[in-house]
């Protein structure tokens, strides 16, 4: 079944979530992990917390701090996503 959606937001929180994450963003598309799937849609947004990413490389980390896309921590209010 396929659903279209122009966006789509995946928000991931926890230490219990970050191998979920790592699946979804550091490894290839895998039927074992259908949240890798959103790698192929063009555009997916995904929202995680620090405690998220302690599987991630720490490059994968660091790039996407850095490309900062509305980067805001979730501790913070939100200000401007420009």
Known sequence: MHIPCWQVMILITGAHKAFALYKAIE????????VSAFQQHPHTI?????DATLE????????FKHIGLGFCPLDQKWGSLV
């Open 27 to 34: 490894e290839g598309v895998n039927h074992m992990w259908t």
């Open 46 to 50: 995904m929202i995680c917390d620090e």
């Open 56 to 63: 991630l490389r720490v490059k994968t980390v660091k790039y």
